[in-house]
């Protein structure tokens, strides 16, 4: 039986902005928070990093930052600038008053157009050797650049072939001797230590589905669109020189390639040229194929922020088995929600008014509501990459500024969920004023079976209590008042199949009652070593 876990999930995977520290969760990945090498930064600004390891004594278990931008959508004319600004560690001139640079350490790109890999080699380049105009690079910093495998390079030598040319791209020169794509030896490979590649397998399969998206039809890194996964392949075999990769199956033709994809990565990253690798957007099914197939890793996973807080199952299996959750499109998502669920995003607009109050970083005007989910995701431990046009906004979602927002308290942070739920959804959440209106005509059932007020008392209790209701009828979730027996209502209606999270205490006892007053389970609240958050089924 499915049971809601995302409570669960994510604050396990908890964090703290406390800095020279290792914070390690109850369970999952430890996040390590490491100070600026700028000592005369006025900020102790924060690098948060995650040690990509499901076994936290492994003392060289790789890691990669928790923050990142991603820049596979960003017009190509804007990358160099953006890069050069987001990685900035040099003191800002403007103004004078000292500050560093937003300090991104982590670059996400693509593999389906090589210009934006040669726009970010450059970028690079000129970080490393501190000869850019911003002089961005401090002494000692790693940076880490996530390349893709494209559904039209699954399969073992393709996969190779891509890995190679990405390469060659992001670093140029890094081949010892000359070598084409169709017959490098990795051991030629010539490793900086300054920089960390991470590779994923963008898609496990072409999917006719993609071409028609609003996301394909408008990314600028597709020069040239297709209609379907055959003419994509066709045009493949026909720009490629390399037989060795023509010669691989076609991945239209073997549906599970992409596991010959990922024993390529695994060879690389054996080979010590690969910091992790990993997946994005596999479905619940690929990755238990994945698990019994893998010999390494996967270390990380890039998927959608829909999946993260509907795929409960299987991103309690990201956790079980250590891989580290990167969410691609936190910021489109809630963004493009406002409108259908615009209670919602009022919701989060207000919490960052009531954060940013004592915060410096943000100038006394306060978080966004698309800070407060990044916020609210890099304090669970989940990657985020967002990826923006405009300065402002680069640093506004950067390291620095999202390092410093408070932690939420429990109530905060279920406040946060359900505006997310909401706005991935669809279905708005209800106006305060609808609410306090509700709760007039509400009544609560005693064991007198008598009526009474609903005492929404629960801002006071400190553990998310998840309910899953299975049955095929909506359920009302009492609590039992410890002194008086009053049974005092917490939660609206939960339809059948959803869940609905409420605060409660320990030793509290609940009590779910459907639509015709019949109680229908008792559930008591006990402590255990999940602290915070308890899981219950609604179910006979």
């Known amino acids: ?43 102790n600004t924060t690098n948060l990093i995650v040690k990509l390891s499901s076994s936290p004594s492994e003392a060289d278990a790789p890691q990669i930052p928790l923050i990142g931008i991603g820049v596979g959508n960003l017009p190509h004319h804007r990358i160099p600038f953006l890069l050069a600004t987001a990685m900035n560690n040099a003191k800002q001139p403007r103004g004078g008053d000292g500050n560093t640079g937003p300090h991104y350490r982590l670059v996400d790109t693509s593999h389906t157009n090589p210009a934006l890999e040669v726009l970010v080699g450059r970028s690079l380049s000129r970080l490393l050797s501190g000869d850019g105009a911003s002089n961005a690079a401090a002494k000692g910093d ?4 996530i390349i893709k ?35 490098w030896d990795p051991s030629s490979w010539k490793k900086d230590p300054r920089v960390k590649i991470h590779a994923v397998i963008q898609y496990p399969r072409c999917y006719d589905t993609l ?36 010669n691989d199956p076609s991945p239209l033709e073997d549906k599970m390639a992409w596991k010959r994809s990922y024993r390529a990565l695994e060879e690389l990253y054996h080979r010590d040229i690969l910091e992790s690798i990993g997946v994005s957007n596999f479905g619940p099914t690929d990755m238990t194929a994945l698990y019994e197939h893998a010999t390494v890793g996967p270390h990380v996973y890039m998927g959608t922020l829909r999946t ?48 940013g109050v004592t915060v410096g970083e943000v100038d006394g005007n306060g978080y966004s509501a698309v800070q407060i989910v990044l916020g609210w995701l890099i304090q669970r431990g989940v990657g985020i990459v967002p990826g923006t046009k405009e300065t402002g906004h680069l640093i506004e979602n950067g390291p620095k500024v999202l390092s410093t927002m408070p932690e939420f308290s429990p109530r905060e942070s279920l406040d946060v969920e359900m505006a997310v739920l909401s706005l991935v959804r669809g279905e708005d959440l209800e106006e305060e004023s609808q609410m306090e209106m509700r709760k007039k005509r509400d009544v609560v059932m005693t064991t007198a079976g008598e009526e009474g007020d609903v005492d929404g008392s629960e801002d006071g209790a400190g553990i998310v209590a998840t309910f899953f209701n299975s049955l095929k009828r909506n359920v009302r979730i009492f609590r039992v008042h410890p002194k008086t027996g009053r049974q005092i209502q917490l939660s609206s209606s939960i339809s059948p199949g959803r869940s609905g999270r409420i605060m409660v205490d320990v030793n509290d006892v609940l009590i779910a009652y459907d639509g015709h007053g019949v109680a229908v389970k008792k559930f008591l609240v006990e402590a255990d070593e999940n602290v915070g958050r308890v899981d219950f089924a609604v179910e006979l």
Not at 211 to 230: D, E, L
Not at 312 to 318: A, L
Request: proline share 5%.
């Open 211 to 246: 071409f028609s998206s609003h996301y394909y039809q408008t990314s600028p890194s597709f020069p040239v669109k297709y209609s379907n996964c055959h003419e994509e392949e066709e045009a493949f075999l026909k720009s490629t020189s390399s037989k060795t990769a023509t």
């Open 149 to 183: 495998i494209w559904h039209t390079h699954l399969g073992y030598e393709r996969t190779m072939m891509s890995v190679h040319d990405s390469l060659s791209d992001i670093l140029p020169g890094v081949f010892s001797s000359a070598a084409s794509s169709s017959s």
């Open 142 to 145: 790693d940076y880490h650049v």
């Open 1 to 43: 039986m499915k049971r809601p876990r995302l409570s669960i999930i994510l604050a396990l995977l908890s964090l703290s902005t406390a800095t020279e520290s290792e914070i390690s969760a109850p369970t999952g990945p430890p996040i390590h928070s490491s100070p600026s090498n700028d000592s005369s930064s006025k900020t």
């Open 308 to 355: 993260l807080v509907e795929e409960d199952d299987m991103v309690g299996e990201m956790l079980k088995h250590g891989v580290h959750y990167i969410c691609y499109d936190a910021a489109s998502t809630i963004l493009g929600g406002k409108e259908e669920a615009s209670s919602a995003f009022g919701k989060l607009e207000r919490m960052g008014a009531r954060h």
